[in-house]
C-alpha cells in the first residue's frame, strides 16, 4: 500500500504554493484555476496525464473528488462491493446498454401503500419482508397478494419510476 501525502502537498505545486486554505478553499480555487494548473493538477492526483480532450468543466469536478479522497478518504468497502455487482451485471449483460439498479431498503424500513381504502404497511427484514405478521421474499409478492393480480413490488410501493403503471393513489 502506497501511503501519499493529502492532496495539498501535492496540487500546492501546480498552483504556486497559494492552497493553503483548506480542502474547501482549495476545491472554490480550481473554478478560477486555468487549464494547465488544472492538467496539472490531475497529474498530480492521478499520476497520469489527463484523458486527451477532456474538457475543463469535466476536469474541475473530477480533481474536486480526488482532492477530497485524498483529504477524508474514499469509498466504503460496501460502496466498492456494490460498483463491483454493478460492473459484473453490466459484463454479463454483452452489450446491452441497460442497466438495472436494484434499490438497497435497510432493515427496518417502513413502506407504506394505500389500495383500495386501506393501507397497508411492509416492513423490511434482513431475510425479505415482513407483512400483517408473514413472511415474504419480495415486494411483487406482496403486491399480488394486496391486489390480487401480478404487479412489480418496487413500482406498486413506489421505488421504481412508472409514470402512469400505478394509476391514481387512494390514500
Known amino acids: 500500500m502506497t501511503v501519499r501525502p493529502p492532496a ?7 498552483f504556486g504554493g497559494s492552497m493553503d486554505k483548506g480542502i ?3 476545491i472554490a480555487q480550481l473554478r478560477t484555476s486555468s487549464r494547465k494548473q488544472l ?6 492526483l492521478y499520476e497520469r496525464p489527463a484523458p486527451t480532450g477532456i474538457r475543463r468543466e469535466f476536469l474541475i469536478p473530477f480533481l474536486a473528488y480526488r482532492m477530497q479522497e485524498r483529504a477524508y478518504g474514499g469509498l ?7 460498483l463491483r455487482r454493478i460492473a459484473r451485471s453490466i459484463e454479463k ?3 446491452s446498454a441497460r442497466l438495472v439498479l436494484k434499490p438497497k431498503i435497510k432493515v427496518g424500513t417502513r413502506l407504506l ?3 383500495r381504502g386501506q393501507t397497508h404497511e411492509v416492513i423490511a427484514t434482513k431475510s425479505g419482508y415482513e407483512y400483517r405478521g408473514f413472511g415474504f421474499r419480495s415486494l411483487s409478492e ?7 393480480t401480478r404487479w412489480s413490488g418496487p413500482a406498486f410501493f ?4 412508472v409514470k402512469a403503471a400505478l394509476g391514481p393513489r387512494d390514500d
Open 8 to 14: 495539498s502537498v501535492h496540487v500546492r505545486r501546480c
Open 24 to 26: 474547501e478553499g482549495q
Open 39 to 44: 492538467l496539472e493538477a490531475w497529474q498530480e
Open 76 to 82: 466504503s468497502s460496501s460502496a466498492w462491493s456494490e
Open 93 to 95: 449483460s454483452e452489450g
Open 113 to 115: 401503500r394505500g389500495w
Open 142 to 148: 406482496i403486491a399480488r397478494k394486496i391486489t390480487g
Open 158 to 161: 413506489g421505488m421504481k419510476n
